[in-house]
T-cell receptor, first 113, second 112 residues
Framework: EPEVTQTPSHQVTQMGQEVILRCVPISNHLYFYWYRQILGQKVEFLVSFYNNEISEKSEIFDDQFSVERPDGSNFTLKIRSTKLEDSAMYFC???????????FGEGSWLTVV | AQTVTQSQPEMSVQEAETVTLSCTYDTSESDYYLFWYKQPPSRQMILVIRQEAYKQQNATENRFSVNFQKAAKSFSLKISDSQLGDAAMYFCAYRLDDKIIFGKGTRLHILP
């Protein structure tokens, strides 16, 4: 069964460093998402991406965050200057059409020290 | 604003018994989607069941079924014949357009 795959599964980074989280969505999907889950809290929407541009973003997704789909298969989330409070599990997700089931990857656990 | 409320932070059920997890949501829309996701200790998000708001029939997926009450904005999950592998965090979620909004989750313990 097709899966959303994410790398790395776990990354530890120093505060202030840049981090790139990578995702390979399911191949025929057109809508892509990033969510995050701070330990012990609920899953929060960050951003949605369609047709090579951001379609919606939350207030969490400020200027330190960016997304891109550089090569038609990978979908990346960049955090420019990480803060301690960015420590969380980051989930990539994708779906074929808007309104259809969203499939999640296994998550990338980011620890900022 | 759309919100999703899960009023039970934790629940326990005896193995082989039935348990119902509650979820209410708030929306002014008429066409939307509702989901239950399971998050085991591995923290992966696994889709359990999905319901389209325009469908009156409650969704069923093997041992999992929902009680969807659109007028009451209620979407509860029933797990029948609970198994040890059902132990996880369960998130109720609402989808409108490009965004899914999750509840805070209910941690389900299965007692052997």
């Amino acid at each position: 069964e097709p899966e959303v795959t994410q790398t790395p599964s776990h990354q530890v980074t120093q505060m202030g460093q840049e981090v790139i989280l990578r995702c390979v969505p399911i191949s025929n999907h057109l809508y892509f998402y990033w969510y995050r889950q701070i330990l012990g809290q609920k899953v929060e929407f960050l951003v949605s991406f369609y047709n090579n541009e951001i379609s919606e973003k939350s207030e969490i997704f400020d200027d330190q965050f960016s997304v891109e789909r550089p090569d038609g298969s990978n979908f990346t989330l960049k955090i420019r200057s990480t803060k301690l409070e960015d420590s969380a599990m980051y989930f990539c997700a994708s779906t074929w059409v808007s309104g259809n089931t969203i499939y999640f990857g296994e998550g990338s656990w980011l620890t900022v020290v | 604003a759309q919100t999703v409320t899960q009023s039970q932070p934790e629940m326990s059920v005896q193995e082989a018994e039935t348990v119902t997890l509650s979820c209410t949501y708030d929306t002014s829309e008429s066409d939307y989607y509702l989901f239950w996701y399971k998050q085991p200790p591995s923290r992966q998000m696994i889709l359990v069941i999905r319901q389209e708001a325009y469908k009156q029939q409650n969704a069923t997926e093997n041992r999992f079924s929902v009680n969807f009450q659109k007028a009451a904005k209620s979407f509860s999950l029933k797990i029948s014949d609970s198994q040890l592998g059902d132990a996880a965090m369960y998130f109720c979620a609402y989808r409108l357009d490009d965004k899914i909004i999750f509840g805070k989750g209910t941690r389900l313990h299965i007692l052997p």
